[in-house]
């Protein structure tokens, strides 16, 4: 069992930064993919970021391309993102996500075997 624990999110002006980590126990970390996911209010959860487990390969949605950046510590067991440029449409709850098994589709919600709590972020223009 996996469990996962998001923190970093706020409140920040149009333009700012800030950076969430998502913290993972309870498996081994380095053999997982991780995953960025956020849904906004009315909207459906949709991806944000993934990186996989060896190589360290990411992969972003359009709406965050070379705005956002995935990494991770796996000394560490943490998976950050780092997201830049923020405006109000990346309002958002945060959720991170581990996928134990190799998928291809990482994108996809249904990819993930476990997910975290998490963190509001609010952007204010």
């Known amino acids: 069992q996996v469990q996962l624990v998001e923190s970093g999110g706020g409140v920040v002006q149009a333009g700012g930064s800030l950076r969430l980590s998502c913290a993972a126990s309870?498996?081994?970390?380095?053999?997982?993919?991780m995953g960025w996911f956020r849904q906004a209010p009315g909207k459906e959860r949709e991806f944000v970021a993934a990186?996989?487990?060896?190589?360290?390969?990411?992969y972003y949605a359009e709406s965050v391309k070379g705005r956002f950046t995935i990494s991770r510590n796996n000394d560490e067991n943490t998976v950050y993102l780092q997201m830049n440029s923020l405006n109000p449409e990346d309002t958002a709850v945060y959720y991170c996500?581990?996928?134990?098994?190799?998928?291809?589709?990482?994108?996809?919600?249904?990819?993930?075997?476990?997910w975290g709590q998490g963190t509001q972020v609010t952007v204010s223009s």
């Open positions: 996500a581990a996928s134990v098994n190799y998928r291809s589709n990482y994108a996809h919600r249904l990819s993930y075997d476990y």
């Open positions: 309870g498996g081994t970390f380095s053999r997982a993919d």
């Open positions: 990186i996989r487990r060896s190589a360290g390969r990411t």
